[in-house]
C-alpha cells in the first residue's frame, strides 16, 4: 500500500515526486476551506421583516449538506427549534463524504458542526426519511420541513454491466476514502494502489478521483473527457495548456467499451479520438470519431464520475414532491415551497448540481422563506 497516508493530508500530498502540475494545482486551492471557515457561516441575509420565534416552534432539516446547515444556522438564528435527520453516519453532505481530505480538512466540517450543535441544533444521524422515520412522523413532530436531501442519483453508463466488479461511481469510491480515514481499514475494496485506473469524466469530481489514485499510488492514471478542454470553461490560468501534455488527462476521447474477464472483473476500456465539428450553419458542434484513433488501454479499476441526474427516486415517492422535467424537485408558488404544504426545497436536490457556496445560501433563502410562511399563517 504505497504512499498509503498521503491520501488524506494536503501537506503530504504537495510533497509527492512527480505530481502532476494540474494535481498540484489542485492541491494548493483552498477556496473551499476559505468560504467554510471564513463566510459560510457569517452571511446573514435574513430581512429585518422576519419576526423571530420563542424557541418551541420545531422544524425538521432533511440532509446535513451545506444547503441542510444554511437552513439549520439561519432557523436558529431566526429562533426555531432545529433538528436534522442525516442517513449517512456523519453530518456534512458532500463535504463529508464527497470532497476529498486533501481539499478540505474534515476537522474544518465537523468544527462547524459542533458551532451548530453548541448554538442548539439536534443532528439525527443514520436516519433516513422514508426508512427509520417517515414523512408522516415528520409532519405530526415538526411544524415545517426543510427537504435538503441532494442531487445523488448517478448518471449511468450503458456499457457498464450490472454484474460488473472493479467499476465504482466517483461519489462511493470518495465515500470510502474518507471512511478509511476515520475507520482506519486498509481493506477498502476501491483502493487504486498498484492498479491501472481509468477515470471518466473530467470535471471537478473527476480531478478529485485522479489526485486520490495519484495519492493511493495508482500505477496508472488516465481522466478522460468527451469535450476539448476549451469547451469545459477550465480555461484559466493557462489551465488548457498547462494540460496539454499532461498524460493522466486526455480531453476529445471517447469511451467506446469497456472489457471484462471472465469473472466479470473490469480489465481494460476501449476508447477513441474525437474531434468537434460545426456544420457549415453554424449548429452547435458535434463530436466525431476520429478514424484510426482507436486504442484498448489496460485498467483494473473505472471510476465513473459522469455527474447526477436529480435527486434519488425514492425523495419523489417518500414526499410525494412534483418533478421537473430536468429531475429536481418542483416548486410551489414561491421560491423555496414545494407542491406540499409547509414542506420546503434547497440546494442541489431543487436547483440541480452546483457548488457548496450556491447550496448554502439555498438552504439560507429557504429558511428565511418558511420562517414567513410561519408567521404568515399565525395571523
Ligand atoms: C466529489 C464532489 C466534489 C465536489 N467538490 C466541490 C468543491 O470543491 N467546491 C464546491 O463548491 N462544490 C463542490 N461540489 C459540489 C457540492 O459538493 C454540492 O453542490 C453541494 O454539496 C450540494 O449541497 P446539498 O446540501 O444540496 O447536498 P449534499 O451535499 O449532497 O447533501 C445531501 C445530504 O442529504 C442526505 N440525505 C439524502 N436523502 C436523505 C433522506 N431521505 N434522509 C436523510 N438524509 C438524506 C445525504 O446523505 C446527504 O448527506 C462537489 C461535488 C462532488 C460530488
Given at each position: ?29 483552498r ?41 439549520a ?17 456523519r ?52 411544524a ?77 492514471i ?7 478542454c ?27 467499451d ?104 439555498e ?17
Amino acid at each position: 500500500m504505497l504512499r498509503k497516508q498521503a491520501v488524506f493530508d494536503r501537506e503530504t500530498f504537495l510533497t509527492l515526486p512527480d505530481l502532476p502540475s494540474r494535481l498540484k494545482l489542485w492541491g494548493e486551492d483552498r477556496e473551499l476551506e476559505d468560504f467554510l471557515v471564513k463566510k459560510a457561516f457569517m452571511i446573514n441575509p435574513i430581512p429585518s421583516s422576519v419576526a423571530r420565534a420563542d424557541g418551541e416552534v420545531k422544524i425538521a432539516v432533511v440532509g446535513s449538506g451545506p444547503a441542510g446547515l444554511g437552513s439549520a444556522d439561519e432557523l436558529t438564528r431566526l429562533g426555531f427549534k432545529v433538528t436534522v435527520f442525516e442517513r449517512d453516519d456523519r453530518p456534512g453532505g458532500l463535504l463529508m463524504y464527497g470532497v476529498p481530505n486533501i481539499k478540505l480538512p474534515k476537522n474544518i466540517v465537523m468544527q462547524k458542526i459542533e458551532a451548530l450543535q453548541d448554538a442548539g441544533v439536534e443532528f439525527r444521524l443514520q436516519t433516513e426519511i422514508g426508512k427509520q422515520v417517515t414523512f408522516a412522523d415528520l409532519q405530526k413532530e415538526f411544524a415545517a420541513i426543510i427537504v435538503c436531501v441532494g442531487s445523488t442519483s448517478p448518471r449511468r453508463l450503458k456499457m457498464i454491466r450490472d454484474d460488473a466488479k472493479g467499476v465504482y461511481y466517483a461519489k462511493d469510491f470518495l465515500t470510502y476514502v474518507t471512511k478509511e480515514m476515520f475507520e482506519q481499514n486498509t481493506s477498502v475494496p476501491a483502493d487504486t494502489a498498484g492498479k491501472d485506473v481509468v477515470i471518466i469524466g473530467g470535471g471537478d469530481t473527476g480531478i478529485d478521483c485522479a489526485a486520490v489514485a495519484f495519492a493511493q499510488g495508482a500505477r496508472s492514471i488516465l481522466q478522460l473527457e468527451l469535450r476539448e478542454c476549451e469547451m469545459t470553461g477550465k480555461t484559466q490560468d493557462g489551465f488548457c495548456e498547462l494540460v496539454s501534455s499532461d498524460p493522466t488527462l486526455s480531453y476529445g476521447t471517447i469511451l467506446q467499451d469497456v472489457l471484462y474477464d471472465d469473472n466479470g472483473f473490469v480489465k481494460g476500456v476501449r476508447i477513441a479520438k474525437v474531434e468537434w465539428i460545426s456544420s457549415a450553419s453554424g449548429s452547435l458542434p458535434k463530436p466525431q470519431l476520429i478514424e484510426g484513433s482507436e486504442s484498448e488501454i489496460p485498467a483494473q479499476l473505472l471510476l465513473l464520475a459522469t455527474g447526477f441526474t436529480g435527486p434519488e427516486p425514492a425523495v419523489f415517492s417518500t414526499f410525494a414532491f412534483n418533478k421537473t422535467p430536468v429531475g429536481t424537485i418542483a416548486k410551489g408558488s414561491g421560491y423555496f415551497d414545494t407542491s406540499r404544504a409547509g414542506v420546503f426545497a434547497a440546494g442541489d436536490a431543487r436547483r440541480g448540481q452546483g457548488v457548496v457556496e450556491w447550496a448554502f445560501a439555498e438552504g439560507r433563502n429557504a429558511a428565511v422563506e418558511c420562517a414567513e410562511y410561519l408567521h404568515a399563517l399565525k395571523k
